[in-house]
Nanobody, 127 residues
Framework: QVQLVESGGGLVQPGGSLRLSCAAS????????MGWFRQAPGKEREFVST????????NYADSVKGRFTISRDNANNTVYLQMRSLKPEDTAVYYCAAKRSALYSMTYTRDSFYDYWGQGTQVTVSS
């Protein structure tokens, strides 16, 4: 069982930056592929980014590529999402998710693959 707690959301002006954090409970964090997803009002949840167990492999949605960076600190059971050049269309509730995997470099872009989810943190990009 893994519990995930996101933090770092807030209100930011267009062009600004935020860093989201997701803290995981337990002693086997390094066994989990981690992902970030988001859901805007009236829209379906969508993939943002994912990182493999060791951090050697990452994937990004086209809409955030070049602006967002995912990273992880296995020693501190935390995954991060650094967001730069934020746009109003990035406004959403951001969720982190975890999927236990035997494959060291695997990543998952589909939300249905993930087993554990945080409660989300709101990101609002507005002037």
């Amino acid at each position: 069982q893994v519990q995930l707690v996101e933090s770092g959301g807030g209100l930011v002006q267009p062009g600004g930056s935020l860093r989201l954090s997701c803290a995981a409970s337990g002693r086997t964090f390094s066994m989990y592929v981690m992902g970030w997803f988001r859901q805007a009002p009236g829209k379906e949840r969508e993939f943002v980014s994912t990182i493999s167990r060791g951090g050697d492999n990452t994937n990004y949605a086209d809409s955030v590529k070049g602006r967002f960076t995912i990273s992880r600190d296995n020693a501190n059971n935390t995954v991060y999402l650094q967001m730069r050049s934020l746009k109003p269309e990035d406004t959403a509730v951001y969720y982190c998710a975890a999927k236990r995997s035997a494959l060291y470099s695997m990543t998952y872009t589909r939300d249905s693959f993930y087993d554990y989810w945080g409660q989300g943190t709101q990101v609002t990009v507005s002037s």
